[in-house]
């Protein structure tokens, strides 16, 4: 529980915006859809669009901005995606030059900002089946891990999959399976259960991202593919410039949770 | 039942190629989905890209071809779209020209193909289910209407959403929305119920593509977005040159429908 379970989306973004809210937004206005951020020049728009849908698990588009508009008109026509993340990285040539909270300064009229869907949708769903979350309850950041498993390329994008990881308990993977199917648009079932080895995971707990996760005695881990993917491909494709969210800082829509089910 | 229903997807493209069968495509390869067509010059590639993204019921993407390349890689790697389709429709600013049964000679190095899902994949599990699918009956193409409501634009992409109509039995209307809605590829649940007017559509036995379909006492129209509706939006878009399937005159991939449920 914390106190900003309950706020408006457009509250939690005010404070993003002031820098009263600046770490992760995991449990913030409890039932909306979080979006992860992906920027790229116009002459690379087309090829990043046809690489999420080329890899709809990994890369599900909840908006796709206008080329030089910074606002969402689809999924929060008020908000601003320059400065309503509380935290964004910047890549140059695919690698890492800093950390920013407000990239007004960074901006430019030829940039296409792709919003791509979050898994804190289906952790809500999964809770509410009674599904364990073991990151919520021990209130740290998800694990995520690159993987061996390589995206369908699409023009000069091309890398590997990044994936979250839950355990689950044995008996409860099939009704998990069932519940983040219903939500494609935020990465959907799983992409891999069981043995973290067969997708070239080394040592489980070693996330690549993120904070490890206890597995416990009858636990099996679950693996679902993840909105840092881009991420990645960034490090292996080297665009000029690219900005992304900073993992686990993500946008926080106006979409309800519930809207994106498929039925 | 026709002789076709059993063969095998490239059995019936190379009987398309050969010219042996110039009709429509409802019903051969059954369990194999279909897709419409729609090409455009790379230069406008983006545009329809994110209309598709868009418009994801009207223009559910099963593929897309890389620019100048013609053999669909993921939904049917040994096929050719310009010669594995009976019939195409040659648009020239907004206007059809001609219809062919080949376009190699109109292909060209900056093109882009996109291949749309086809609701012949959901007719075949409305059936499974034991409901009726009129048009199938008769041995008819379906009756296809344009409509009052908008795509959503994207660049210089917009016009009117087509859809598709099938009379359903009232009692089972909420399954015919249950079994759709599992297919969002291929258009997933209806669009509207009942009353044609609502959608701007004055006489329900005038559809604008495509034949009649018989109402009968108890049945209600239900609605599903449909395929033939980028037709309708370079009819108003007017791009220098759009290729598409003649309505009915569709794609069959090597993909199973069933491997295009989400659940």
Redesign the interface.
Known sequence: MNIYQTYEPSQIRELIRKKEITGPTAGLAEGYAQANLMIVKKEL??DF??F???NPAACP?LD?LEPGDPVPR?SAPKADIRTDFPKYRIYRKGILQEEVSDISAYWEDDMVAFLIGCSFTFEHALMLNDIPVRHIENGHNVPMYQTNIAC?RAGVFHGPMVVSMRPIPAHQITRSV?VT??F?SVH??PIHIGDPAMIGIANVDQPDFGETSVIKEGEVPVFWACGVTPQAVVMHTKPEIAITHAPGHMFITDQRDQQLG??
């Open positions: 728009a087309f669009l046809l999420c849908q080329r588009l796709v689809k369908k069932q199917s219903r494609p959907g079932g498929v039925l």
